[in-house]
């Protein structure tokens, strides 16, 4: 009966011109309603890979040649602009400071905000379900709001002016993001391991420092890679706590060249050289870390 009926559809199907032909293997039909929204992204992309470009073309060329031929490739390198601004504009010591505090702080609020996570998100209860909610409003509190409470915190603790101050800033203001989104990963490892540990005779801190600890590093990393991208970009609490050029970090060293150049004479190849020097370690850190970045926010979300 299967046989007659299949060879009996079959038949139908080639008498009927209207029925649709199976597409063939290997090729995949894009729907139509996506094309725009794949468009813009391409769009966007090229858009970007344009400003990097221009960016790093203008860092090689000469005042005369960013101003009155911005699109034109460079005819003569000027490699001596990238050194001006480690040297003279004082980019060099920024970065320096700038690496300090990111990874500093990078590790310090990824360290403080696993154990939270991890309890927050093994324990389904009203006390932890408050806890989280605490840590959420966190995210919603507007930095202008509480900047100046935290200035005469900071200046009774003798931290204005002080990398380290910068760092304790930088790991409170991230803390409530990253125990929000480590909670998620702690929530989707399996219950049995806990179990199996406690029936082995481990305590609960061993437990989270040897077995589900190292299961959420890609977690960990996702969480490591954002903080490290918003610490290295952060301009505003920087300008308002730190004072002397010694201090400053990459994006107050580019807004004090800045305002030397305004009486100096503005020197428009060595500012994109600072620019350069900003921006690169984060797009490579993003070219390195960029698909564990993206697998860990969809692991996060999807469990």
Not at 99 to 119: D, N, Q
Not at 258 to 269: H, I, P
């Amino acid at each position: 009966m299967s046989t007659a009926t299949t060879g009996s559809r079959a038949e139908s199907a080639e008498r009927d011109p209207k029925t649709p032909a199976a597409a063939p293997a290997g090729r995949r039909r894009v729907p139509w309603a996506r094309l725009p929204g794949a468009a813009l992204i391409w769009v966007f992309v090229a858009f970007c890979a344009f400003t990097f470009l221009f960016i790093l073309l203008s860092s090689l060329k000469s005042s005369y040649n960013v101003l009155n031929h911005p699109f034109r490739l460079p005819t003569e390198l000027k490699f001596s602009n990238w050194s001006k601004a480690w040297h003279d504009g004082g980019f060099g010591p920024a970065f320096v400071n700038s690496v300090v505090v990111v990874v500093v702080a990078a590790a310090g609020t990824v360290l403080l905000a696993s154990p939270a996570a991890y309890v927050l998100g093994r324990n389904q209860n009203r006390v932890s379900g408050g806890v989280s909610m605490y840590f959420v409003l966190g995210l919603g509190i507007p930095m202008q709001i509480i900047v100046l409470p935290l200035y005469s915190i900071m200046a009774k603790m003798h931290l204005i002016d002080n990398l380290a101050g910068l760092i304790v800033l930088y790991i409170v203001v991230n803390l409530p993001f990253t125990v929000y989104l480590l909670m998620s990963f702690f929530a989707s490892l399996p219950g049995e391991l806990e179990e199996a540990a406690a029936l082995d005779g481990v305590g609960p801190g061993m437990t989270f420092w040897r077995i589900m600890l190292p299961l959420a590093r890609g977690g960990l990393m996702t969480a490591l890679t954002l903080v490290a991208i918003a610490c290295w970009n952060e301009t505003f609490l920087a300008l308002m706590f730190l004072q002397t050029n010694d201090n400053f970090t990459l994006p107050l060293a580019l807004v004090n060249f800045l305002t030397q150049q305004q009486f100096t004479g503005e020197d428009f190849g060595v500012m994109f050289a600072g620019v350069s020097i900003a921006v690169l370690p984060m797009l490579a850190l993003y070219a390195w870390l960029g698909r564990r970045i993206t697998e860990g926010l969809t692991l996060g979300a999807g469990k």
